[in-house]
């Protein structure tokens, strides 16, 4: 896609050029961005319709869930033969579309094409603006204050420097990969893990920063030193081994972070050894130079891939950039800077910058919103209805707030009430809503069966190669198994999800607890020694123990069951109130505590 420069620009600021020629001028678009469930979200207008849109730099190009393409009822159409897609985790299924009308701000476009496919992305994303819109110019991200700007550089700029917030502060200089074909828009850069050098992707639209497995080798990084983190995934369909790691040193342009722990992930469906997340853009300011094809960046001050840690890193504060202060009077500033300071776990910051944002605009939802998802961080489940409430009396149809009151008010006991905002969820929302999953979750943990199994109906039935799909079917097993009831399906749908991911220990637990209901005890046993050979769940051992009973073998059971309390001394009370009522069966085994 191909903007034109004009149409886009809104302001324009000089900055200082290296020589004596003449000044170098900027012409900027500023667009505000949304820090959502660690998601930067923006809007655009498609054929008149706001589309939140998650801001990616990773992505090569625009792209809309399906969805969203179902809803603004656009005709799709296939792929060149010759194009194949690619996520951080597997391919991705795609077509075509295209939009009669793009609004972005003030500006408009016209006739414009988006992939459609993916992954739904949650936080109310209907899909991605990728670097086809970003890279219309040169791109600065201050994600810390909620802001992305596209910039035209006017003049002689070719030796300016591009930080022009910085003042006396060091700026990072580090050159744009120079292999990459000059019309290649990625961030692509050079970085050192452990004074090993990768090539590095910065990318907005990861949550957090990661390196490959592979890269994590050639720095010196063994598997035997990484904690496991389940399972990643990204774009695509499929899904990867994820584990956390200590990374001694990461370099960038000069500036060394010391003794952090990144993720690591077993893919190869990436021509990169490190992916630079969201967290390291919410603690710098980057301006990218396609002019100069090169990247700079100041760092804020604020801690870099914490990660929960609580030692998130060690680096010299004497190198931060003061960050820009926003207005006390704009509220939207404030909100936006209060939402990047909670994703980057700041909280009594955030707090402070929302609890003015909803002071001075008190008819805003979205500032109550994101002011409940502050208190929802912090535990804090009283001030957080209380948010949900007021965001809700203001605007009725921010499904997302709906759901999460549902939520909290489930929390707090107030069955009825999480009822009645599902029931208004349902009414309202499109049948292959994201959130229809999560409600199916709810209605299945209230044992509302027929309810549940509705929203899990709908979902499934839209979304065929979602990379949700395998654990939403094995979500609609379980409840079926738990509750005896269409045990031939819930079979079917176990037995679905391990086919498309035979890498989860849980659901082949979920196959084997079916087994058990079904009375197949050679089955259920082989089903369960697949999950624990992966990960020895206590509700596997308990299930393998009831298992050997079947088969005749009690020294088995005992001995598994012992396992499996010793693992978690309530387990048969877990089991009980998951509605597995063998305590029959328990009594036969010689196990002390039984």
């Known amino acids: 896609m191909r903007l034109v ?13 290296a020589s004596a020629r003449a000044a170098c001028k900027l012409e900027q678009m500023e667009i505000p961005v949304r820090i959502v469930d660690r ?22 190009f625009s792209m809309l869930s399906p969805s969203a393409a179902t809803q603004l009822k656009l005709p799709l159409r296939n792929l060149p033969p010759n194009l194949r897609i690619e996520g951080y985790t597997g391919r991705i299924e795609a077509k075509l579309t295209r939009v009669e009308k793009v609004g972005l701000l003030t500006a408009e476009l016209w006739n414009i094409e988006f992939l459609v496919g993916g992954n739904e992305l949650g936080a109310g994303i209907m899909g991605i603006m990728g670097r086809n819109i970003l890279s219309a110019g040169d791109t600065e991200y201050d994600l810390a204050h909620g802001v992305v700007r596209l910039s035209f550089p006017k003049g002689e700029c070719d030796k300016t420097s591009f930080a022009y917030w910085a003042g006396e502060a060091p700026v990072i200089v580090a050159p744009l ?56 995934g990204g774009a695509g369909t499929g899904l990867v081994k994820s584990w956390t790691g200590r990374v001694a040193l990461f370099e960038l342009g000069g500036e060394k972070i010391a003794d952090n722990r990144l993720e690591v992930d077993d893919t190869d469906n990436t021509d990169h050894g490190v992916l630079v997340g969201l967290d390291y853009f919410l603690s710098h300011r980057i301006y990218v130079s396609r002019l100069q094809r090169q990247v700079y960046v100041t760092w804020n001050g604020s801690p870099i891939f914490a990660q929960g840690s609580e030692t998130p890193g060690t680096y010299d504060a004497r190198f931060a ?32 910058d929302l609890n003015r ?28 209805l209380a948010d949900l409430d007021e965001a809700l009396r203001l605007d009725p ?11 909290v008010r489930s929390g707090l006991g107030d069955r009825p009430g999480a009822q009645a905002d599902l029931a208004l969820l349902d009414a309202a929302l499109p049948p292959p809503a994201t959130l229809r999953a999560d409600m199916a979750e709810m209605y299945a943990g209230f044992g509302q069966a027929s309810e549940a199994l509705r929203q899990f109906d709908l979902w499934i039935g839209s979304h065929p190669k979602d990379v949700r799909l395998a654990g939403v079917l094995n979500s609609r097993c379980w409840m079926r198994a738990r509750l005896n009831i269409d045990l031939p399906l819930a079979l079917e749908d176990c037995k679905q999800a391990v086919d498309r991911d035979g890498g989860s220990a849980s659901y082949l637990d979920s196959l084997g607890w079916t087994y058990l209901r079904l009375g197949d005890g050679a089955k259920s046993k082989t089903a369960f020694d697949d999950a624990i050979k992966l990960q020895a769940l206590p509700f596997s051992l308990y299930g393998r123990a009831l298992a050997h009973l079947l088969l005749n073998d009690p020294a088995g059971g005992e001995r598994d069951l012992a396992a499996a309390r010793k693992l978690k001394p309530q387990i048969d009370e877990d089991v009980r109130k998951e509605g597995f009522d063998f305590a029959q069966a328990v009594e036969r085994l010689k196990v002390p505590g039984s």
């Open 321 to 352: 950039a003061l960050p820009q202060d926003v207005a006390k009077d704009d509220p939207d500033a404030l909100a936006r800077r209060g939402a990047a300071a909670m994703a980057a776990g700041n909280y009594p910051r955030a707090l402070e």
């Open 397 to 407: 149809a921010l499904a997302d707030a709906r759901y999460r009151r549902a939520r």
């Open 177 to 232: 990969d120079r292999e990459q074909h000059r019309e290649d828009s990625a961030i692509r850069m050079s970085v050192s893990i452990n004074g090993v050098r990768t090539q590095a992707l910065l990318d907005t639209g990861a949550p957090r920063t990661s390196l490959t497995l592979k890269a994590a080798r050639r720095a010196g990084i063994e598997e035997r030193d990484l904690t496991p983190n389940g399972r990643s």
């Open 5 to 17: 420069a004009s149409a886009l620009l809104l302001a324009s600021l000089s900055v200082a050029a």
């Open 39 to 60: 998601r930067p979200i923006a809007t655009l207008t498609l054929n008149g319709t706001p589309m939140p849109m998650l801001v990616d730099s990773g992505a090569f």
């Open 357 to 384: 944002a909803c002071e001075l605009a008190p008819g805003v939802a979205e500032y109550f919103f994101a002011r409940a998802r502050v208190h929802l961080a912090m535990r804090q489940s009283r001030p957080a």
